[in-house]
């Protein structure tokens, strides 16, 4: 396997539960059971993932300008396109809440910016319409 390849098993649980395992052993379980799920759903999946890459890229863009973000947590909202057919695609939007010595808007939004055009492998590969809004919040 290449560095840039990915391997990742999943295996039927029962029912609408999946447990997916990674090349490292790492598990994450996808539940779509109505009734006691163990698990996220698929597209919570999506968003955690979506919404992490984005931090990850984000969290390094500001150490990297060493202005590090002291709190930082985003909310993520997707609004699935109900009139379409099938496959109804979501439209994101995706709040940074962010705080820390010396951090802006300007260099928030930049960020936000490089980490959805240009670093973030997930809303690449999702072809995502992504948009974003950035919330400086007091110490």
């Known amino acids: 396997?290449?560095?840039?390849?990915?391997?990742m098993t999943i295996h039927h649980a029962g029912a609408q539960r999946y447990v997916t395992r990674n090349a490292g052993?790492?598990?994450?379980?996808?539940?779509?059971t109505p009734?006691?799920?163990?698990?996220v759903g698929p597209m919570d999946a999506v968003f955690g993932a979506l919404a992490a890459c984005t931090m990850s890229d984000i969290v390094?863009?500001?150490?990297?300008?060493?202005?590090?973000?002291?709190r930082y947590r985003v909310e993520l909202t997707g609004k699935r396109d109900g009139d379409a057919s099938p496959p109804r695609?979501?439209?994101?939007?995706?709040r940074h809440y962010v705080s820390g010595p010396g951090i802006t808007q300007q260099d928030v939004e930049k960020a936000?910016?490089?980490s959805h055009e240009?670093?973030?492998t997930v809303g690449a590969s999702l072809n995502a319409a992504v948009d974003f809004e950035v919330i400086i919040e007091p110490e």
């Open 118 to 120: 240009k670093y973030c």
């Open 25 to 32: 052993g790492q598990q994450l379980i996808i539940d779509m």
């Open 1 to 7: 396997m290449t560095p840039t390849e990915k391997t």
């Open 60 to 70: 390094n863009i500001l150490e990297k300008r060493r202005t590090p973000a002291t």
């Open 89 to 94: 695609y979501y439209h994101y939007l995706m």
């Open 112 to 114: 936000a910016h490089l």
């Open 35 to 39: 009734e006691h799920p163990l698990g």
